[in-house]
Nanobody, 121 residues
Framework: QVQLMESGGGSVQAGGPLRLSCAAS????????MGWFRQAPGKEREGIAS???????LYADSVKGRFTISKDNAKNGLYLEMSSLKPEDTAMYYC???????????????WGQGTQVTVSS
């Protein structure tokens, strides 16, 4: 059974860093495409970063240069290093796995429960 579990969310001051983790089980992160998404209250879910099986990355313009997606095949984990956080980054953050290299959420098959990130000014 495929399972994803996010961790690392919390409250942080604007300008600060935060690192999210996603533990995967039931499949190997090396065999699928992985992504990070976020959803703020009243807004649609937004794809912000994706990584393919070979380590190629894709970012939304809203986070490019501030966020870094990575994975550790040995630990079967996915990570999101966030820096220079802004209040508008406040959202529930989700990791997901799928079979297409994209930032479109409908293309992802498996989802975690999410972890909340709150950035205060």
């Amino acid at each position: 059974q495929v399972q994803l579990m996010e961790s690392g969310g919390g409250s942080v001051q604007a300008g600060g860093p935060l690192r999210l983790s996603c533990a995967a089980s039931g499949y190997a992160v090396s065999s699928v495409y992985m992504g990070w998404f976020r959803q703020a209250p009243g807004k649609e879910r937004e794809g912000i970063a994706s990584i393919d099986r070979f380590g190629t990355t894709l970012y939304a313009d809203s986070v490019k240069g501030r966020f870094t997606i990575s994975k550790d095949n040995a630990k079967n984990g996915l990570y999101l290093e966030m820096s220079s956080l802004k209040p508008e980054d406040t959202a529930m953050y989700y990791c997901a796995a799928g079979y297409i290299f994209t930032l479109r959420s409908p293309d992802y098959n498996y989802w975690g429960q999410g972890t909340q990130v709150t950035v205060s000014s």
